[in-house]
């Protein structure tokens, strides 16, 4: 089984700013079958990446994807307003399809 | 367009079970897996389990294999989450969500809450 490490646990940044996010994997994910999700507060998690880098339809530009192996970043490249949520990365090759612990981007 | 809807709130007491529905619409229902996932208050996202609408397959997260089943009925293309012997740590959030044929999670339900109470 693929255990999810994410980090920082919360994320302090001002709208405009870049946010980084770490998602790393207990052992490597084949095929680079990773994906990232947003929930914003009250709201159904929507996906952003899959496949580690390919942005999910309708997604703007400024959500990119990257890593390989056992690492893997999403990067927000200017925080706007409804950016501010909890991002998860999810391993979705085969069972069991595990979640990350979640990373909240907080307004500072 | 894809939607799933899924069933109401519940209340149930410690040990008995639950049964949420997830209704799909907008696409051939036998086309993709079906995954649940469940988020309770506060935490993350848990993944418990696919159904294969076509043939009835099922994988399920082993700390609940014995409790969860997941079940179909292609004649209306919906999905069934069945959870038994409930105990309060089974308070959360249950979500169903479409499995795009690479598996990651395209589409999801607007989600069931079960609260577990005595």
């Known amino acids: 089984e693929i255990v999810l490490t994410q980090s920082p646990g919360t994320l302090s940044l001002s709208p405009g700013e870049r946010a980084t996010l770490s998602c790393r994997a207990s052992q490597s994910v084949s095929g680079n079958y990773l994906a990232w999700y947003q929930q914003q507060p009250g709201q159904t998690p929507r996906l952003l990446i899959y496949?580690?880098?390919s942005r999910a339809p309708g997604i703007p530009d400024k959500f990119s994807g990257s890593g390989s192996g056992t690492d893997f970043t999403l990067t927000i490249s200017r925080l706007e307003p409804e950016d501010f949520a909890v991002y998860y990365c999810q391993y979705h090759s085969s069972s069991p399809r595990t979640f990350g612990g979640g990373t909240k981007v907080e307004i500072k | 367009q894809v939607h799933l809807l899924q069933s109401g709130a519940d209340v149930k007491k410690p040990g008995a079970s639950v049964k949420v529905s997830c209704k799909a619409s907008?696409?051939?229902?036998?086309?993709?897996?079906v995954h649940w996932v469940r988020q309770a208050p506060g935490q993350g996202l848990e993944w418990l389990g696919w159904?294969?609408?076509?043939?009835?397959?099922?994988s399920y997260l082993q700390k609940l294999q014995g409790r969860v089943t997941l079940t179909r009925d292609t004649s209306i293309s919906t999905t069934y989450m069945e959870l038994t012997g409930l105990i309060s740590d089974d308070t959360a959030v249950y979500y169903c969500a479409r499995g795009h044929f690479r598996g990651f999670l395209d589409y999801w339900g607007q989600g069931a809450l079960v609260t577990v109470s005595s």
């Open positions: 496949d580690a880098s």
């Open positions: 907008g696409y051939t229902f036998t086309d993709n897996y």
């Open positions: 159904i294969d609408p076509k043939s009835g397959g099922t």
